[in-house]
């Protein structure tokens, strides 16, 4: 092969591995052209899918963790909120319960007894309630609450006036009961009308 022949196959060679390299450097622009950004889905996220599901991470980069949270579920802020309304109401009736509880025990001490009961089953107030209940000290401990509160409070003396129990239903489900014989506890099912101890 003479020496012109060499020179043009150096040419076509030069050449050729141009192209390849041009080529694939073409596919491979063309792949990261096409190819999504990655995106992070915020946890939690697919409990109430939003707009705001999958975001990219470019977005993440200018926004904080705590903006995130609230664009992807609005509604968590509320429900905290209500659910440390509904426990603090529920605190309140229990320490209305506790206070109801040691005034009852210092009525005791001066006559031996609780009273006579209630002419109606489980009432707090009113003609109708048991006497320990129209003692100015017990119907204190009842000052934290309100009208509506106070009625939802059930009272009852036993026969003999050597027993009672008082429960309220809580906000947050169930009951809360005290008694005579030292009980303050929650309950899963209201005590039975008319009961004068917590069961």
């Not at 309304?85 to 209305?96: G, V």
């Not at 409070?153 to 008694?179: E, Q």
Request: proline share 5%; net charge positive.
């Amino acid at each position: 092969m003479n020496k012109n022949n060499k020179g043009f196959i150096g040419v076509l060679f030069a050449i050729a591995v141009a192209v390849l390299i041009g080529g694939g450097a073409y596919v491979v622009s063309n792949r990261m052209q096409k190819e999504p950004a990655p995106v992070v889905t915020v946890p939690g996220s697919e409990k109430a899918p939003t707009e705001q599901t999958t975001v990219p991470v470019e977005v993440l980069k200018d926004k904080s963790a705590a903006t995130v949270k609230a664009e992807v579920a609005p509604q968590t802020i509320g429900q905290v909120k209500n659910e440390a309304i509904l426990k603090a109401a529920d605190a309140k009736m229990k320490a209305t319960l506790t206070a109801v509880l040691v005034n009852a025990e210092v009525y005791y001490s001066t006559g031996n007894s609780y009273g006579t009961p209630g002419k109606q089953k489980d009432l707090c107030t009113g003609a109708g309630a048991p006497a320990m209940f129209s003692d100015a000290s017990v119907a204190a401990s009842f000052s934290m609450t309100s009208a509506e509160e106070k009625a939802r409070f059930k009272c009852n003396v036993s026969i003999d006036g050597k027993a009672h129990a008082i429960w309220v239903k809580l906000a947050m489900g169930g009951y809360w009961c005290t008694d005579s014989q030292g009980a303050s506890k929650p309950l899963i099912t209201e005590p039975a009308a008319g009961a004068t101890s917590c069961g």
